[in-house]
């Protein structure tokens, strides 16, 4: 099967190019003379960071929500994403890793990502505060094991008592340590940076505004080489502005767009549930209903994508941050994000405006 069009790759765009592909693999990338439509293609979208879409969640841990919410967010370009919890009793975080661990091992999602409970009050966001604790070794340990692999990758804040040691567990299982919800000072969070953290959650959000005194947790991030920091470009955890200045500052190699979506992409305005807190959806945005904290989002890795392009963000640089560096992150480079010789086909057309107008994975439309 060959599919021409604008092909975006790591190192730019074939203008006039096709993808080619055998099976479930893509076997070449090229130019050709035939004329194409001047629709692009990209490979298949990468979210790290999801929490559900199309009315379903993955925060309860039920297998059949988790499908549905996967189909959602396929038809709208990502074949590949976590399922990510929110802080939650222990009792759950197991439950979920034995429902989720079939559906990796099935490769309808590429592993699970527990956003908590290992996180600061005094920055949890819509986390539910009854629920934060301190890193257990012992709950990590037997989650991981439990997951057979599935456990791809844990949220914690490093100034929590045993966080560095948590670190170090986690990269010992190959397991990705990220930096969230966290009240940590400069000198923390490179700690934690130095004892295997390699991503920053939602990057700006859940962690107190740099101060040119006191830089904080996002100062840190951005100037660490080997770490990845989370974007959320839905216009309301961060400015254009600040999304440009933070993609221009890292680069695309070291931002990973991502959705934190919640079980309200793609439906009505309304009440729904987060981690058992009620939250509201008004106009795109999710607030906590109690104090009106952000709470995820309604976006999609496509919309994340136009936005990104339209702050300035070159569609190759945009095109990698949602796609390429989500997957290196979670150690799937060699897999999937990148439409080159060798990885599965996963990609996606999109016209003109950047809209979605299909899917495949694994060389299969959708």
């Not at 490979?43 to 929490?51: A, E, L, M, R, T």
């Not at 959705?259 to 992409?265: E, F, G, L, Q, R």
């Not at 509201?280 to 999710?286: C, D, P, R, Y």
Request: aromatic share 4%.
């Amino acid at each position: 099967m060959r599919i021409a069009g604008r092909v975006v790759t790591p190192d730019g765009v074939v203008p006039d190019g096709y993808v080619q592909i055998d099976g479930a693999q893509v076997i070449r990338v090229g130019r050709t003379k035939k004329v194409h439509d001047g629709h692009w293609i990209v490979p298949g979208f990468v979210d790290i960071h999801v929490h559900g879409g199309g009315g379903h969640t993955f925060t309860t841990g039920d297998a059949t929500a988790a499908r549905l919410a996967v189909d959602f967010h396929r038809r709208h370009g990502t074949t590949t994403m976590l399922a990510s919890l929110v802080s939650s009793p222990y009792d759950l975080m197991v439950d979920a890793t034995e429902a989720f661990a079939p559906l990796v091992a099935e490769g309808v999602l590429a592993g699970i990502h527990f956003e908590g409970p290992y996180l600061s009050l005094a920055r949890c966001g819509a986390q539910n505060p009854r629920y934060l604790r301190d890193p257990s070794l012992d709950e990590l340990a037997t989650l991981v094991d439990l997951g057979r692999g599935a456990v791809r990758m844990v949220t914690l804040a490093p100034e929590r008592d045993g966080a560095l040691q948590a670190i170090k567990l986690l990269r010992e299982h190959d397991v990705v340590a990220a930096i969230g919800h966290t009240d940590a000072t400069y000198e923390q969070t490179l700690a934690a940076v130095a004892a295997g953290a390699t991503v920053g959650t939602h990057l700006f959000n859940g962690m107190p505004p740099p101060h040119h005194r006191e830089p904080g947790p996002v100062f840190a991030l951005l100037g660490a080489p080997e770490v990845v920091c989370e974007l959320v470009a839905d216009g309301f955890h961060l400015h254009e502005g600040t999304l440009a200045f933070a993609a221009g500052l890292a680069g695309p190699r070291r931002v990973a767009l991502v959705t934190d979506a919640v079980a309200a992409a793609g439906m009505p305005d309304g009440d729904y549930e987060l981690g058992g807190q009620l939250v509201q959806v008004a106009g795109n945005a999710v607030r906590l209903a109690r104090n009106g904290a952000i709470a995820g989002s309604t976006l999609t890795m496509a919309e994340a994508l136009r936005r990104t392009v339209h702050a300035g963000v070159s569609m190759v640089d945009a095109v990698r941050m949602a796609a390429t560096t989500p997957a290196r992150a979670i150690g799937l480079g060699d897999t999937a994000g990148s439409l080159r010789p060798e990885l599965r086909a996963d990609l996606v057309v999109l016209d003109e405006q950047l809209r979605v107008l299909r899917v495949m994975r694994a060389g299969v439309w959708l």
